[in-house]
């Protein structure tokens, strides 16, 4: 079993819903990050947070907003989608940022659909 | 700027043959790790082994061997006498100076009874 935890596993949703993604992990990790996932790619960084924090933004568009309530969660908001948003949504967290070495250990992700 | 290569897309076996998967990378960093993940079907990445640069041993962990050859950059893993459940997409990733994942474009295996 995962120790990262994300939920819903599935979503699908209209371009004018709002919804979120989940993520929680009890590790005792400072770093989170968001991923997405492609058909046939590797995961592409679209957020990381440290110790609670906004440390990296891949240009991502507004219409996902990340938030991290505390060390333990985090959630990805989404409003507005287009259907080329659809993918995988992998949650992963990771000792801290800095740390070269520390492994980032992922969720199962959410498959996003967007009708 | 980091990279990394895996030049096969898709390698396809027969159960108990053993199989190697190949990663080259590339960096101007000195100090860098190096990184090998499994991904079933499931979607969750699984972490398999982490190799820092200056560490230049070979690693075996039951069926799963690791080959990091500093002088070619490339850190290449073999699965022997594979099983079914070895089936995933592998992915392997490098992480130096700047602090982010760079992953490889993966390699899809698929075991076959």
């Known amino acids: 079993d995962t120790e990262v935890t994300q939920t819903p596993k599935h979503l699908v949703m209209g371009m004018t819903n709002k919804k979120s993604l989940k993520c929680e992990q009890h590790m005792g990790h400072r770093a989170m990050y968001w991923y997405k996932q492609k058909a046939k790619k590797p995961p592409e960084l679209m957020f990381v947070y440290s110790y609670e924090k906004l440390s990296i933004n891949e240009s991502v568009p507004s219409r996902f907003s990340p938030e991290c309530p505390n060390s333990s969660l985090l959630n990805l908001h989404l409003h507005a989608l287009q259907p080329e948003d659809s993918a995988l949504y992998l949650c992963?967290?990771?000792?801290?940022?800095?740390?070269?070495?520390?492994?980032?250990?992922f969720g199962d992700g959410t498959r996003l659909s967007i009708l | 700027a980091q990279k990394v290569t895996q030049a096969q897309t898709e390698i396809s076996v027969v159960e108990k043959e053993d199989v190697t998967l190949d990663c080259v990378y590339e960096t101007r960093d000195t100090t860098y790790y190096l990184f090998w993940y499994k991904q079933p079907p499931s979607g969750e990445l699984v972490f398999l082994i982490r190799?820092?640069?200056?560490?230049?041993q070979n690693e075996i962990s039951g069926r799963y061997s690791w080959n990091f050859q500093k002088s070619t950059s490339s850190f290449n893993f073999t699965i022997t006498a594979s099983q079914v459940v070895d089936s995933a997409v592998y992915f392997c990733?490098?992480?130096?100076?700047?602090?982010?994942?760079?992953f490889g474009g993966g390699t899809r295996v698929l075991v076959k009874p």
């Open positions: 992963a967290s990771s000792q801290d940022q800095k740390g070269r070495g520390q492994p980032q250990h």
């Open positions: 190799r820092n640069s200056f560490d230049e």
């Open positions: 990733a490098l992480k130096a100076a700047g602090n982010k994942l760079t």
